[in-house]
Protein backbone atom coordinates (compact mmCIF):
# COMPACT_ATOMS: atom_id res chain seq x y z
CA UNK A 1 0.00 0.00 0.00
CA UNK A 2 1.18 3.42 -1.01
CA UNK A 3 2.19 6.19 2.11
CA UNK A 4 -0.73 9.29 1.86
CA UNK A 5 0.53 12.13 0.28
CA UNK A 6 1.91 14.78 2.17
CA UNK A 7 0.51 18.36 2.82
CA UNK A 8 2.24 20.59 0.11
CA UNK A 9 3.98 22.60 3.01
CA UNK A 10 6.62 19.37 3.68
CA UNK A 11 9.79 18.66 2.44
CA UNK A 12 10.02 16.16 0.14
CA UNK A 13 13.39 15.54 0.09
CA UNK A 14 13.16 15.16 3.87
CA UNK A 15 10.49 12.91 3.35
CA UNK A 16 12.57 10.89 0.89
CA UNK A 17 15.88 11.17 3.16
CA UNK A 18 13.87 9.57 6.35
CA UNK A 19 11.98 6.86 4.51
CA UNK A 20 15.24 5.91 3.16
CA UNK A 21 16.82 5.32 6.63
CA UNK A 22 13.85 4.04 8.05
CA UNK A 23 14.53 0.86 4.96
CA UNK A 24 17.84 0.86 5.79
CA UNK A 25 17.82 0.38 9.33
CA UNK A 26 14.63 -2.33 8.72
CA UNK A 27 17.46 -3.75 6.14
CA UNK A 28 20.06 -4.27 8.64
CA UNK A 29 22.77 -4.52 5.86
CA UNK A 30 21.60 -7.37 4.36
CA UNK A 31 20.48 -5.76 0.85
CA UNK A 32 22.46 -3.23 -1.20
CA UNK A 33 21.61 0.50 -1.24
CA UNK A 34 20.35 -0.05 -4.47
CA UNK A 35 17.99 -2.73 -4.32
CA UNK A 36 16.61 -1.07 -1.11
CA UNK A 37 15.81 2.15 -3.19
CA UNK A 38 13.87 -0.05 -5.63
CA UNK A 39 11.61 -1.28 -3.02
CA UNK A 40 10.91 2.36 -2.22
CA UNK A 41 10.67 3.66 -6.25
CA UNK A 42 13.85 5.90 -5.68
CA UNK A 43 15.88 7.07 -8.06
CA UNK A 44 19.28 5.39 -7.28
CA UNK A 45 21.12 8.85 -7.84
CA UNK A 46 18.28 10.33 -5.22
CA UNK A 47 19.27 7.28 -3.23
CA UNK A 48 22.65 7.56 -3.22
CA UNK A 49 23.49 11.44 -2.64
CA UNK A 50 20.87 11.03 0.76
CA UNK A 51 22.57 7.88 1.58
CA UNK A 52 26.07 9.79 1.03
CA UNK A 53 24.42 12.57 3.66
CA UNK A 54 22.72 10.08 6.15
CA UNK A 55 26.47 8.78 6.50
CA UNK A 56 28.37 12.33 6.89
CA UNK A 57 26.02 13.61 9.68
CA UNK A 58 26.72 9.89 11.62
CA UNK A 59 23.46 8.17 11.00
CA UNK A 60 23.75 5.35 9.02
CA UNK A 61 27.80 3.75 8.53
CA UNK A 62 28.85 1.50 5.60
CA UNK A 63 29.93 -1.98 5.85
CA UNK A 64 30.78 -3.22 2.44
CA UNK A 65 30.49 -1.40 -0.99
CA UNK A 66 26.70 0.26 -1.59
CA UNK A 67 25.37 -1.64 1.84
CA UNK A 68 24.64 0.44 4.76
CA UNK A 69 23.30 -0.04 8.46
CA UNK A 70 22.51 2.09 11.82
CA UNK A 71 25.48 3.67 12.98
CA UNK A 72 26.01 4.48 16.66
CA UNK A 73 24.46 8.12 16.62
CA UNK A 74 21.66 6.79 15.80
CA UNK A 75 21.53 4.42 17.59
CA UNK A 76 22.14 6.40 20.69
CA UNK A 77 18.83 8.23 19.75
CA UNK A 78 16.90 5.03 20.12
CA UNK A 79 17.84 5.02 24.11
CA UNK A 80 14.60 5.47 26.36
CA UNK A 81 16.50 6.47 29.47
CA UNK A 82 19.73 7.49 31.38
CA UNK A 83 21.09 4.21 32.56
CA UNK A 84 22.84 4.54 36.26
CA UNK A 85 21.90 8.03 37.02
CA UNK A 86 23.76 8.19 40.08
CA UNK A 87 26.99 6.88 38.94
CA UNK A 88 26.67 9.53 35.96
CA UNK A 89 26.15 12.29 38.22
CA UNK A 90 29.16 11.28 40.44
CA UNK A 91 31.65 11.26 37.75
CA UNK A 92 30.52 14.06 35.84
CA UNK A 93 32.66 16.82 37.40
CA UNK A 94 35.49 14.84 37.76
CA UNK A 95 35.75 14.04 34.37
CA UNK A 96 34.98 17.46 33.25
CA UNK A 97 38.17 18.08 35.08
CA UNK A 98 40.09 15.41 33.68
CA UNK A 99 39.22 15.91 30.12
CA UNK A 100 40.39 19.52 30.30
CA UNK A 101 43.52 18.89 31.96
CA UNK A 102 44.51 16.37 29.11
CA UNK A 103 42.77 17.97 26.56
CA UNK A 104 41.52 14.85 25.59
CA UNK A 105 38.14 13.40 25.98
CA UNK A 106 36.74 11.60 29.49
CA UNK A 107 34.26 8.62 29.24
CA UNK A 108 32.58 6.34 32.25
CA UNK A 109 30.77 3.17 30.92
CA UNK A 110 29.30 -0.20 32.08
CA UNK A 111 28.72 -3.29 30.23
CA UNK A 112 24.94 -4.05 29.21
CA UNK A 113 23.93 -6.74 26.70
CA UNK A 114 27.61 -7.47 26.06
CA UNK A 115 27.90 -4.01 24.46
CA UNK A 116 29.74 -1.15 26.72
CA UNK A 117 26.84 1.70 27.21
CA UNK A 118 28.89 4.96 27.77
CA UNK A 119 27.14 7.01 30.66
CA UNK A 120 29.34 10.26 30.80
CA UNK A 121 30.96 11.84 27.93
CA UNK A 122 32.91 15.12 28.96
CA UNK A 123 34.96 16.83 26.26
CA UNK A 124 38.20 18.98 26.49
CA UNK A 125 39.52 18.87 22.77
CA UNK A 126 38.83 21.15 20.00
CA UNK A 127 38.07 18.54 17.76
CA UNK A 128 34.46 16.20 17.90
CA UNK A 129 34.27 12.72 18.49
CA UNK A 130 31.56 10.44 17.52
CA UNK A 131 30.85 8.74 21.17
CA UNK A 132 28.10 10.19 22.95
CA UNK A 133 25.75 9.62 26.12
CA UNK A 134 23.96 6.44 26.05
CA UNK A 135 25.26 5.11 22.94
CA UNK A 136 26.51 1.88 22.77
CA UNK A 137 29.53 -0.20 21.38
CA UNK A 138 31.63 -3.06 21.03
CA UNK A 139 33.32 -3.81 23.87
CA UNK A 140 36.20 -6.07 22.45
CA UNK A 141 37.69 -3.01 20.38
CA UNK A 142 37.17 -0.53 23.31
CA UNK A 143 39.63 0.19 26.25
CA UNK A 144 36.17 0.32 28.73
CA UNK A 145 35.03 -2.77 27.22
CA UNK A 146 38.02 -4.77 27.54
CA UNK A 147 38.08 -3.44 31.39
CA UNK A 148 34.43 -4.79 31.88
CA UNK A 149 35.01 -8.31 29.99
CA UNK A 150 38.06 -8.71 31.97
CA UNK A 151 35.94 -9.06 34.72
CA UNK A 152 33.23 -11.60 33.67
CA UNK A 153 33.05 -14.62 35.66
CA UNK A 154 34.88 -17.26 33.27
CA UNK A 155 31.29 -19.16 31.92
CA UNK A 156 30.73 -15.38 30.81
CA UNK A 157 33.55 -14.69 29.41
CA UNK A 158 33.51 -18.11 27.52
CA UNK A 159 30.21 -17.28 26.37
CA UNK A 160 30.72 -14.30 24.64
CA UNK A 161 34.45 -14.92 23.11
CA UNK A 162 32.25 -18.09 21.37
CA UNK A 163 29.14 -15.44 20.83
CA UNK A 164 30.67 -14.31 17.17
CA UNK A 165 33.85 -12.43 15.03
CA UNK A 166 35.55 -9.95 16.48
CA UNK A 167 35.35 -7.43 13.39
CA UNK A 168 38.14 -5.63 12.61
CA UNK A 169 37.48 -2.08 12.77
CA UNK A 170 41.04 -0.84 11.81
CA UNK A 171 44.27 -2.79 11.09
CA UNK A 172 45.25 -2.54 14.74
CA UNK A 173 41.79 -4.81 16.11
CA UNK A 174 42.05 -7.37 17.65
CA UNK A 175 39.60 -10.28 15.82
CA UNK A 176 41.70 -13.25 17.56
CA UNK A 177 39.36 -14.62 20.59
CA UNK A 178 43.06 -16.65 22.05
CA UNK A 179 44.84 -13.10 21.52
CA UNK A 180 41.84 -11.09 23.19
CA UNK A 181 41.76 -13.40 26.39
CA UNK A 182 45.65 -12.98 26.67
CA UNK A 183 45.36 -9.13 26.55
CA UNK A 184 42.47 -9.79 28.94
CA UNK A 185 44.62 -11.81 31.58
CA UNK A 186 46.84 -9.12 31.91
CA UNK A 187 44.24 -6.46 32.24
CA UNK A 188 42.80 -8.85 35.39
CA UNK A 189 46.51 -8.20 36.47
CA UNK A 190 47.00 -4.92 35.75
CA UNK A 191 44.00 -3.39 36.40
CA UNK A 192 44.18 -0.66 33.29
CA UNK A 193 43.21 -1.30 29.71
CA UNK A 194 43.86 0.15 26.12
CA UNK A 195 42.06 1.30 23.06
CA UNK A 196 45.60 1.28 20.98
CA UNK A 197 43.94 2.61 17.36
CA UNK A 198 41.75 -0.28 17.53
CA UNK A 199 38.26 1.37 17.17
CA UNK A 200 39.90 4.41 14.48
CA UNK A 201 42.84 4.97 13.60
CA UNK A 202 43.25 8.51 14.98
CA UNK A 203 42.01 7.40 18.69
CA UNK A 204 43.95 5.69 21.83
CA UNK A 205 42.67 5.37 24.66
CA UNK A 206 43.27 4.81 28.30
CA UNK A 207 40.70 2.80 31.20
CA UNK A 208 40.74 2.09 34.68
CA UNK A 209 38.14 0.13 36.74
CA UNK A 210 35.88 1.71 39.20
CA UNK A 211 35.16 0.27 42.53
CA UNK A 212 33.76 -3.28 42.99
CA UNK A 213 30.31 -2.94 43.84
CA UNK A 214 29.42 -6.16 45.60
CA UNK A 215 33.01 -7.46 45.00
CA UNK A 216 32.16 -7.12 41.11
CA UNK A 217 33.36 -4.55 38.55
CA UNK A 218 30.43 -3.02 36.71
CA UNK A 219 32.38 0.70 35.80
CA UNK A 220 34.91 1.97 34.26
CA UNK A 221 36.35 5.29 33.27
CA UNK A 222 38.72 6.06 30.40
CA UNK A 223 41.05 9.08 28.85
CA UNK A 224 40.43 8.88 24.77
CA UNK A 225 43.21 11.05 23.14
CA UNK A 226 41.85 11.81 19.28
CA UNK A 227 45.10 12.50 16.82
CA UNK A 228 47.70 11.91 19.02
CA UNK A 229 49.08 8.84 20.71
CA UNK A 230 50.28 10.18 24.24
CA UNK A 231 53.85 9.14 25.16
CA UNK A 232 54.75 7.23 28.47
CA UNK A 233 54.63 9.94 30.53
CA UNK A 234 51.73 11.23 30.10
CA UNK A 235 50.11 7.59 30.13
CA UNK A 236 51.31 6.87 33.56
CA UNK A 237 49.76 10.55 34.53
CA UNK A 238 46.65 9.72 33.04
CA UNK A 239 46.76 6.36 34.68
CA UNK A 240 47.35 8.01 38.05
CA UNK A 241 44.12 10.85 37.36
CA UNK A 242 41.65 7.92 36.85
CA UNK A 243 42.60 6.31 39.55
CA UNK A 244 42.31 8.99 41.88
CA UNK A 245 38.79 9.71 40.85
CA UNK A 246 37.62 6.25 41.01
CA UNK A 247 39.14 6.17 44.72
CA UNK A 248 37.58 9.44 44.92
CA UNK A 249 34.32 7.97 44.42
CA UNK A 250 34.71 5.22 45.99
CA UNK A 251 35.15 6.84 49.19
CA UNK A 252 31.60 9.27 48.56
CA UNK A 253 29.62 6.39 48.08
CA UNK A 254 31.19 4.39 51.02
CA UNK A 255 32.55 2.06 48.70
CA UNK A 256 35.90 2.32 50.03
CA UNK A 257 35.44 -0.56 53.04
CA UNK A 258 33.07 -2.87 50.83
CA UNK A 259 36.40 -2.70 48.12
CA UNK A 260 38.33 -3.50 50.73
CA UNK A 261 36.61 -6.75 52.31
CA UNK A 262 36.47 -8.16 48.73
CA UNK A 263 40.14 -8.05 48.66
CA UNK A 264 40.62 -9.78 51.53
Excluded: W
Amino acid sequence: MNSPSPPAYTSQTLIKGLRLLEALVRDGGRSTLSAVAARLALPPQTAHRLALTLEAEGYLVRTAKGVYRAAPRLAALAQPSEPRPALAAGLRRPLARLAAQFGAYAHAGILEDSMVTYIVKERGDAAELFTAERMQLEAYCSAIGKILLAALPEPALAAYLAGGPLIALTPNTITDAAVLRDELATIRRTSIAYDRHEIRNDLFCIAVPLPPEDGRIEGAISLSFLGRTPDAAVRRKAIARLRAVARRLAGETGQAGAASSART
